[in-house]
């Protein structure tokens, strides 16, 4: 555990990509096996679950660190992180752990979920006397389940293969599926991803999905990447990215994300594909033979059990655009163009309504695949994708093999209000960096009034969020806990992706990645938009 608070350490504390390598590498040469198993699935992208309820981390430490629980709230406020404020307020320990991070979360940590309060407290308790600040740290961040760490899943593989003397990308394909959580990260699985090319390759298969393959935002115009007729352009959905995997008679269906979501989309993990077939493509919610809002897919993203209504009313189907295995041969190095068209056989071979082909768009000039690209909202997508003909299928976001690029539509965007202000977290616990945003809505009989519609905390730039957190402390009016309500005197353009009703919404609608685009201090308060502006954006 000590190595690995080391490295999380360092990895915290430094923006360079060099020295994050370094870092890597040297805990990687030196680990034990089990332990940089470990951390290998935490890096890689590994959510740890809450083991211990976040009212008994603070009870038992407000105890052990014989604190009022007033004092222990004013230092949260101040520090802004839970597991920072316990490792700050405990007493120095009083001997020293020489435990290893597999045993830490095997023996010590895991057990404690369900735990009863009086072991809970006596296995914090010992966790306490025996840790420094870097290693309580870490283990609060594990224990209560918020850790997260400023590296790359690239930078992860790449120090892994140069370690191990193997290409990162063959790091990167054994990778897939690490960080799902039904299967325990131990020594043997950590040998089978620094093993030689030529061995365990055949035990790493099964529902095994591929790195998947990601797009470069395209910030000029089209007409820059030359002929047209060298591009292969799909319209860009908005979904969940998804690879549908068939081998040895079974299906599995895994996120971009590598979580395995074949139980909640059943009719596509129906879908009769061949054995050795992967398909990459965009779950969606199906209906009248178009996708549907991602709000709709949204009620079936967190959903367990699925209801037969439920199947019926919100019909699943993957929108397929690419194939990368078919019998059992890796077909990522062959062109967009040829596995483009294995990808239409395959398609009308399935002939499946759960298996949707994603339809080319056909244009003679850039300039009328910009005239398509602008009815874009009214076909429920978020833009167009380019793909280069001759692009191989790569790993991540790379040029390596050829090019993918997103273009997308101009956000949707409004003027609104700023009300509520709380502060952000580690570093930014003394700034008040999360807003809280309102827009007026005209009532004839209950007169003019802002409404919150949305939050944010993205956008802004360091200076900016200086001037904004002064603005908040000259006009704070009432203060909640740690919320502040402000006197409206700043006008904020909002942006956002996507927008739909809501019934758990005040202003009785829902944003999609909402974030600042710009303050308007040409703006006064009286001439920020209205709900009615917003409720004109809804599909």
Known sequence: ?????????????????????????????SARPEDAAWAVYFLAGGKPRQVVPTKLLRQYTIERAALDDWLFDECYDAVGDLAETIAHILPPPSAESDVGLSVWMEERILPLRGATPERIRAALFAIWDETNWRERFLLMKLIGGSFRVGVSRLLVTRALGEVAGIDAKLVAQRLMGWVDGRVQPDADRYAQLIAPQSEFEHQLRGGQPYPFFLAHA?????????????????????????????????????????????????EISAVPLPDGTVVDGEVVIWQQGKPALFADLQKRIGRKTLSAKMLQEL????????????????????????????????????????????????????EQLAQLRESSRSRAVEGMMLKGMDAQYGVGRTRDVGTWWKWKIDPYSVDAVLIYAQAGHGRRASLYTDYTFAVWDDDPEGGRRLVPFTKAYSGLTDAEIGKVDAAIRRTTVEKFGPVRSVKPTMVFEIGFEGIARSSRHKAGIAVRFPRMLRIRDDKKIEEADTLATLQGMLP
Request: glycine fraction near 6%; charged fraction near 30%; charge should be negative.
């Open 218 to 266: 395209l910030q000029v115009g089209p007409d820059t990447l030359g002929d047209i007729g060298d591009w292969l352009a799909e319209w860009k959905y908005d979904g969940i990215r998804a690879q549908l995997v068939r081998r040895s008679g079974q299906s599995w269906l895994w996120s971009r994300g590598e979580d395995l979501i074949t139980d909640r989309f059943p």
């Open 1 to 29: 555990m000590r190595e690995f608070a080391r490295l999380y350490t360092e990895l915290d504390s430094t923006t360079a990509t060099n020295r994050k390598l370094a870092a890597l590498q040297t805990y990687f040469a």
């Open 315 to 366: 019909p699943a189907a993957l929108i397929a655009y690419d194939l990368l295995e078919q019998d059992g041969e890796d077909l990522r190095r062959l062109t967009q163009r040829e596995r483009r068209q294995r990808l239409e056989a395959v398609v009308a071979e399935a002939n499946c309504p759960q298996l949707v082909l994603s339809p080319l768009i056909e244009a003679a000039s850039w």
